[in-house]
């Protein structure tokens, strides 16, 4: 079992950037394929981005493309969501989720994954 413990969410301005951080106790993290969803106000949850277990491998919403970077520290047993030029649609609760096992086809999928984190809250003002 693991647990996830999200940070560095916050409010910023549009096209600023904000770097936030999954912590992931218990051991065996690289066994992991890790990714992050959001749900913004009033919407359903979506993904954003997932990584493999040994980091190689990384998928994006089209919605981030390009704007955002997924990676992982297997030292350190988290993982990262790098955003940049962020825009107010970006504003939504972020959640970390881990699956154990490899990456599935369907990553964008939240019924593969395993565990869940708490989530951090992201606003982007215009």
């Known amino acids: 079992q693991v647990q996830l413990v999200e940070s560095g969410g916050g409010l910023v301005q549009a096209g600023g950037s904000l770097r936030l951080s999954c912590a992931a106790s218990?051991?065996?993290?690289?066994?992991?394929?890790m990714a992050w969803f959001r749900q913004g106000p009033g919407k359903e949850r979506e993904f954003v981005a997932a990584?493999?277990?040994?980091?190689?491998?990384?998928y994006y919403a089209d919605s981030v493309k390009g704007r955002f970077t997924i990676s992982r520290d297997s030292a350190k047993n988290t993982v990262y969501l790098q955003m940049n030029s962020l825009k107010p649609e970006d504003t939504a609760v972020y959640y970390c989720?881990?699956?154990?096992?490899?990456?599935?086809?369907?990553?964008?999928?939240?019924?593969?994954?395993?565990?869940w984190g708490q989530g951090t809250q992201v606003t982007v003002s215009s």
């Open positions: 989720a881990a699956r154990y096992s490899q990456l599935p086809s369907n990553a964008a999928s939240g019924g593969q994954y395993d565990y």
């Open positions: 218990g051991r065996l993290f690289s066994l992991y394929a």
């Open positions: 990584i493999s277990r040994n980091g190689s491998s990384t």
